[in-house]
């Protein structure tokens, strides 16, 4: 993959060919080739998530043996529809793709999602098969994402094209994998959070649309303000990179590059025939591109989310504020390791910070309070002084303060669990709002990470968690994970800093 | 730290006492010098966990001003005690802690807790206190745990002198970390998965015993069969190498080492006035001691807790299936990363698959079903054609087959909703147990990642999980935490083959 200062971005790459990204996502009318009558099946379990989806606009399922599936009127052909679909979602078998593809591109169909496996990712007659139908699509001015793919979504439009029946909410994170199953974890991961989706697009072996067209479409995309991006290969890396150090530039992107090892790289191929490519190489262009790199599914959605709910920071220096010692000194290494700085404090910070704190606290950075002193106005008030010190461009808060219940009266009524339960998720609420205030207060961001009060005879840890996003606030498990969060938003701050 | 090959442990290290900790962890009384009618205070709080905590024994406060604490006659001074305490915990401040020590030493005393905090952590005169609190205790025969500590629990015992409220069930797991409040977190994140623990030892300061003597005992000790550790430093980096050798031959020590960039190490100063050393030397003595280090507290408890349900495998080869490609080329690729060698399968092995796995599967290791196969025999059928394959040592599974429900009535009532949970988890009980009796077959650790299908309205993820670890099973969580614990498993296997 060559690195490049050229700004255009080519437009040979697309074959010539404009895209309607509208007709994916925002279709009025969509035709299924392939559905089925018979419930093990994709063809009617997709049919099925696009009724139950709530797809406001028309569904022609095609199936030549039926009349109803589901309670639809079935087509014999594509011919036979009163209308040219905005979308044709394909999931015949590879036997009869190239005739499928050519009843769409007949039709006027300008848009094409291909579910079905066995192609490229099978060997050369796969290859062969896939070349065939992307030249008769693109013959026709027809797009296609896939093959062997999940499908796509596009929540606000209650559009759920896809072989999972999850149907996320509508939010502002967009979700382009090229492993089906990698990219609904991740839905999954967001919605128990209580977090939205912007698009979900599994492309599958890129046949003809690759990475870089999505990514594009995602840049301008109004929804989605940040990019979460499993990747296992690219197809043209010259185009990939100017895109998406075309599209950081607005909005960042997140991504997991995997086929790091020998190993990685084999199952990679098998995957959807995907060439990894160098890692080195990799490590170059997200620099240069300002892509941030993560390493696992949950990095991936935790410093996506931060970027939702925090300001970029101007710079790496971090101020720590923890509950305890071991917390603070797992969460220094981590900044270190990961290349933040764990600022010293200069003698007025210490001095502001003994005029209030128990004459015991660490006066050093990690600010430790050392067990017993976690009270609502110290934590802030240690938040706030971190916050304005000038040496530091975000703060790490480790350890909330509890709720102040009474209590439990025995025997606990339901009523008894419902007040206690709303008021440990008006306490953390509270909190998180007091803290964005800061946040917004000094322009950086702080990044929470505690262990929560939720004892489950009255209140899930989950539902505080999603209580937390409701305030636009996330709270971290462990220590690590908020430096490795910091770390994702100070690496954006320096590209954009860079193109600035 | 010197790296030796003498197999001998130093006796003069412990000052030529001898401890007798079953005073501390099977203690039949206890006293506790500090106590306070105080609610705020950690006098009260303790004594308040003591006495929850079900301690059958004799408790004794101390406090000259009050007459009663929580219902508990209290005691003047410690020589009015009726009988001699097998184990003082110490939560008087600092300025009369050395007479505290001595009172002990008078009454006859040989084990003591010292909770409370403000010794060498804070500089100078703190080291000359705690140096002066330490020679009264081992002139007067009496051994010390702390200071700066949270406490200890030994919950087969009914003994929680400690300053958290947190009651965990008796179990295998040992906790002994220099950082209290990451022991608690420990134990905590062990209890949600409802597993227990063999005791919890915040070491603290380590002003007399340090963490090999911990380690030393635990590795005697019957009720553990697993250590884990949370550390920031050594003050006998020898002792520790010979001790943590030696245990290593008996059972898992699993281990955080903290301290490793400057960072790190400074806050590791401020919180216990621990000297980290070279990390790089720590790294061989790992590597020579049989030593799993890990670097946060999942890895700690996900690989601590596979221990318990695992073999220990005889090499670095696996064998992976999937249900979908994206979660095997994660695994892969971690699994190269950790030194694991994803094998390549054997045409014999895949002439087995092939006999009944759909033609569209990978025929690549890993073993990936490509979504929609998803059923049980399936899986146990592919687990067990790598568990047997004389080229692998352990397997991973990515993905289980989903509990198969009736179509949901409406509306749903408590009964229905019951009978479905119960239905949910004991199909996930009788997924883990058919896969352990593979395991146990083959004697090879089969390591399984996956999302569990846990709608809210009748069933919590927490549940499933804690129902999985009563058929004593784990299920992790991403593919690369369990990429992660096979490593572990492997890690301490190549050392039991190194000393055999």
């Not at 793919?149 to 509508?170: D, E, T």
Request: with cysteine; charged share 20%.
């Amino acid at each position: 993959m060559s690195i490049t200062t050229d700004d255009t971005i080519s437009i040979e790459r697309t074959a010539g060919l404009m895209t309607d990204y509208n007709k994916f996502f925002q279709p009025s009318s969509i035709v299924l080739l392939g559905a089925s009558g018979d419930p093990r099946k994709w063809g009617w379990r997709i049919l099925r998530n696009i009724i139950s989806g709530g797809f406001s606009g028309n569904i022609y399922p095609i199936n030549p043996q039926r009349d109803e599936i589901l309670g639809r009127k079935v087509y014999k052909r594509v011919s036979d529809l009163p209308e040219t679909p905005d979308l044709a979602v394909i999931v015949v078998p590879t036997a009869g793709i190239v005739e499928a593809i050519q009843d769409c591109v007949d039709r006027g169909i300008k848009a094409g999602v291909v579910i079905t496996a066995g192609f490229a990712e099978i060997g050369e007659k796969g290859v062969a098969l896939q070349a065939e139908m992307v030249n008769v699509a693109r013959k026709g001015g027809m797009r296609l994402i896939g093959p062997n793919c999940l499908g796509i979504s596009s929540p606000s439009h209650r559009l759920f094209a896809q072989m999972p029946s999850v149907h996320p909410p509508s939010g502002s994170i967009a979700v382009v994998s090229q492993s089906g199953n990698v990219g609904a974890t991740i839905v999954r991961r967001a919605m128990t959070l209580n977090l939205g989706i912007s698009r979900l697009i599994s492309t599958g072996n890129e046949a003809d649309l690759h990475i870089e067209d999505f990514l594009e479409y995602l840049g301008r995309d109004e929804l989605t303000r940040v990019i979460l991006s499993y990747v296992e290969g690219f197809q043209d890396g010259r185009a990939f990179f100017e895109v998406a150090r075309d599209v950081s530039k607005r909005k960042p992107i997140v991504m997991i590059k995997v086929g790091e090892t020998e190993a990685g790289a084999s199952a990679a191929r098998s995957h959807t025939a995907a060439l990894s490519g160098s890692d080195r190489v990799f490590e170059g262009v997200c620099r240069q591109a300002g892509i941030i790199r993560v390493h696992n599914m949950r990095e991936l959605v935790n410093t996506g989310c931060a970027f939702l709910c925090n300001p970029v920071p101007k710079g790496r220096r971090v101020g720590i504020t923890t509950f305890g010692g071991g917390w603070g000194v797992l969460a220094a290494d981590a900044c270190a390791k990961l290349g933040l700085e764990v600022v010293k404090l200069d003698k007025a910070v210490i001095e502001e910070l003994d005029s209030f704190l128990p004459s015991w606290w660490s006066r050093n950075n990690p600010v430790d309070l050392v067990s017993g002193t976690l009270v609502e106005n110290n934590v802030n008030h240690i938040i706030e002084v971190l916050a304005k010190y000038n040496k530091t461009d975000g703060v790490i808060c480790l350890g909330l303060p509890f709720p102040a219940l009474e209590r439990a009266p025995k025997p606990l009524t339901d009523e008894d669990k419902l007040k206690r339960r709303q008021l440990v998720i008006a306490h953390y609420q509270n909190v998180f709002r007091k803290i964005k205030s800061i946040s917004e207060k000094y322009q950086k961001p702080i990044i929470v990470s505690a262990e929560l009060f939720a004892p489950r005879q009255y209140v899930e840890e989950q539902d505080i968690l999603s209580a937390i996003t409701e305030v636009n606030s996330m709270c971290y498990n462990l220590p690590d994970e908020a430096a490795m969060v910091m770390h994702g938003l100070a690496t954006y701050g320096e590209f954009l800093r860079k193109i600035s």
